[in-house]
């Protein structure tokens, strides 16, 4: 069982960073790859990033490559999303997720993920 709490949301203006955090329970935490996904109000839930469970290999929606990136402290349970030129469609509920499968053919898939967290709102204003 695991058990995730995003932080670190919040309203920017354009242009700004953000770090969201993701602390997780458990001992097994080294032992998961780690999803961010977020969702705007009336769309589905989209693929942001995720990492391996030894940060061995990391993956990006294309709308956020080279803007955002993923990042883990197993010794402190925690996966990380930097954010930075943000742009008004960043705007979202973003999503901590959790799962022992990915790999390069199913990190973006929704269905993979087990574990979620409650999410954490992310506004940008232009």
């Known amino acids: 069982q695991v058990h995730l709490l995003e932080s670190g949301g919040g309203l920017v203006q354009a242009g700004a960073s953000l770090r969201l955090s993701c602390a997780a329970s458990?001992?097994?935490?080294?032992?998961?790859?780690m999803g961010w996904f977020r969702q705007a109000p009336g769309t589905e839930r989209e693929f942001v990033a995720a990492?391996?469970?030894?940060?061995?290999?990391?993956y990006y929606a294309d709308s956020v490559k080279g803007r955002f990136t993923i990042s883990r402290d197993n010794a402190k349970n925690t996966v990380y999303l930097q954010m930075n030129s943000l742009k008004p469609e960043d705007t979202a509920v973003y999503y901590c997720?959790?799962?022992?499968?990915?790999?390069?053919?199913?990190?973006?898939?929704?269905?993979?993920?087990?574990?979620w967290g409650q999410g954490t709102q992310v506004t940008v204003s232009s």
């Open positions: 997720s959790a799962s022992p499968i990915i790999n390069s053919d199913t990190y973006y898939s929704t269905r993979i993920y087990g574990y």
């Open positions: 458990g001992r097994t935490f080294s032992l998961y790859g």
């Open positions: 990492i391996s469970h030894n940060s061995g290999s990391t």
